[in-house]
């Protein structure tokens, strides 16, 4: 396995997932295959919509199932759709392991540390997971220090 470049934007300014998917477009110019995993943005977020017209190069995956931001939910939604965000969690893990995509982005990754669905333990052991990828995107607001080890690149946005 040849496990690649590790990248985090994070912080409280907005463009993380922008500065994300300008990275990945990168990368597909240079023909690799990209898959983004959107976690928290609900299953209607329209702003990267047009990537869909990559396909099959480009694939997005969301598995949120309602319309709207996980946090506008109520407690009883809530509980819903974190079932819903685990199996996409999972589903990233199996993307890292079989190697079918060269460039991967877990859009709001560690928005999932914040609101308590994952520890900083989960993200940890994803990050130790020897996939055959070149790059790693992941965002969120806030970066644990936790997982700063597993990090090759980190750009603060603000």
């Known amino acids: 396995m040849d496990t690649g470049i590790v990248q985090v934007f ?4 907005k463009g993380k997932t922008s500065a994300a998917v300008g990275q990945a477009l990168r ?18 977020a329209d702003e990267f919509q047009v990537l869909e017209r990559l396909e099959p190069d480009v694939q997005i995956f969301r598995f949120d199932k309602s319309e709207c931001n996980y946090c506008d939910l109520s407690d009883e939604k809530k509980e ?3 079932q819903n965000i685990l199996n996409g969690f999972n589903f990233s893990k ?10 991967i ?6 928005g999932l540390i914040d609101l308590d669905i994952l520890t900083g333990d989960d993200v940890e052991n994803l990050l130790r997971i020897q996939g ?8 969120g607001a806030k970066l644990p220090d936790q997982i700063r080890a597993y990090l090759d690149e980190v750009s603060e946005i603000r």
């Open 10 to 13: 994070y912080g409280d300014g």
């Open 27 to 44: 990368e597909l110019q240079n023909g690799q295959r990209i898959t983004m995993i959107q976690f928290l943005k609900g299953k209607v």
């Open 80 to 82: 819903e759709e974190k």
């Open 94 to 103: 199996k993307v890292l392991e079989t190697g079918e995509s060269d460039v």
């Open 105 to 110: 982005i877990l859009d709001e990754l560690l």
């Open 132 to 139: 055959d990828y070149k790059k790693l995107i992941i965002t």
